[in-house]
């Protein structure tokens, strides 16, 4: 049947563009695809394939392919020819691993669909995919999310649920056009960890602050427009009292302090003599800012909560309003200023 149907559309001359050979029982393909030039859509959804043949490669103006629901262990190979293609789909099959090279020729992919699949990791040359803008890893074994996804500068929907993801990297922040962000029925219930000396103070309150750390610098430069995160074993912590201490800093965080605010006011002096320096170059491009008066500062800080209320920005969970949301504060100084709405939370 299905040599049959490419048969006719072959003698439909070469400016066929779409072929469906949909549920047609296919444990391989017939050789004769490759003399499709001209193809543009082509469906094999739902057969038993677990491989792709080489005359596939010819395809070189392909711009869907739908491969869901078939016996692929692997992503092809053979898909990194495809250079026009736009849309994959490989869902519902038994992948285990991604090839770094399927990512080589595929620079014009704006779709990819891996969901109901067997991924443990997703490989970090995922970013050679520089025009990806929607990526679906629904239902599969992911335990964590490499940091090299988040150079994809163009994605805006990201659909990670139900997997076993513990934890969300950092450079997450750096996925500023993101708009729709799945993370449900994962397994996010920790706090990264913070380097440098840490200062605390502690508001008490009258219940347990649920906390889901978002590693934004700030959420408001988002575009993001839609966030589900139920179904995780999301970290719960007691806000206690503490003593507070008065801000000591070390002589080399006074020493930086006083640097980003002469550079903030435009020493020329000092500018220069910082170009000349890349050891000082390095140290200063760790700078933070703070979150309530805007100075820079190093590596002391007090590390904060501040409630966001998501519900009026995006789509989320039914039963998300306010989205704790990690600030930092460069001095008890700015923590005891009024109205700010920052809370700083500890284990007790």
């Not at 072959?10 to 499709?36: E, F, I, Q, V």
Request: with cysteine; charged share 20%; glycine share 4%.
């Amino acid at each position: 049947m299905a040599e049959w149907q490419l048969l006719r559309a072959l003698r439909g001359g070469p400016g066929t563009r779409s072929l469906s050979l949909t549920a047609k029982g296919l444990h391989r393909l017939p050789r004769d695809l490759g003399k499709m030039k001209n193809l543009e859509e082509l469906s094999l959804r739902n057969n038993k394939l677990h491989c792709l043949p080489q005359e596939i490669e010819a395809l070189s103006r392909l711009k869907v392919l739908n491969l869901g629901n078939n016996n692929f262990e692997e992503v092809p190979e053979q898909l990194q020819y495809l250079e026009s293609l736009q849309k994959l789909h490989l869902f519902a099959n038994k992948i285990t691993r991604i090839s770094p090279l399927v990512f080589d020729g595929l620079q014009n992919l704006v779709f990819l669909n891996l969901n109901n699949n067997q991924l443990n990791c997703l490989p970090p040359e995922i970013h050679r995919l520089g025009n990806l803008e929607c990526l679906s890893v629904d239902n599969n074994r992911l335990e964590c999310i490499p940091k090299e996804l988040c150079y994809l500068q163009k994605l805006h929907e990201l659909h990670l649920s139900n997997n076993s993801i513990i934890a969300l990297p950092e450079e997450i922040r750096y996925l500023t056009r993101l708009k729709v962000l799945i993370l449900s029925r994962n397994q996010i219930n920790n706090l990264p960890d913070v380097s440098g000396d840490m200062l605390w103070k502690i508001i008490p309150a009258p219940h347990p602050i649920l906390i889901f750390l978002v590693l934004f610098k700030q959420i408001e430069e988002l575009e993001l427009e839609e966030l589900y995160c139920e179904g995780n074993p999301l970290f719960q912590k007691n806000p206690v009292s503490a003593v507070q201490e008065e801000d000591i800093l070390t002589l080399k965080e006074v020493t930086a302090r006083f640097i980003f605010t002469q550079l903030e006011n435009k020493n020329c002096y000092l500018q220069t003599a910082i170009k000349q320096n890349l050891e000082v170059q390095k140290l200063l491009s760790h700078k933070q800012e703070c979150v309530h008066c805007g100075c820079g500062f190093l590596g002391m800080w007090l590390e904060c909560v501040q409630f966001v209320d998501v519900k009026q920005r995006m789509k989320t969970s039914r039963n998300l309003q306010l989205l704790p949301v990690r600030a930092l504060l460069c001095s008890y100084k700015c923590f005891n200023r009024r109205d700010h709405g920052l809370f700083g939370i500890a284990v007790p």
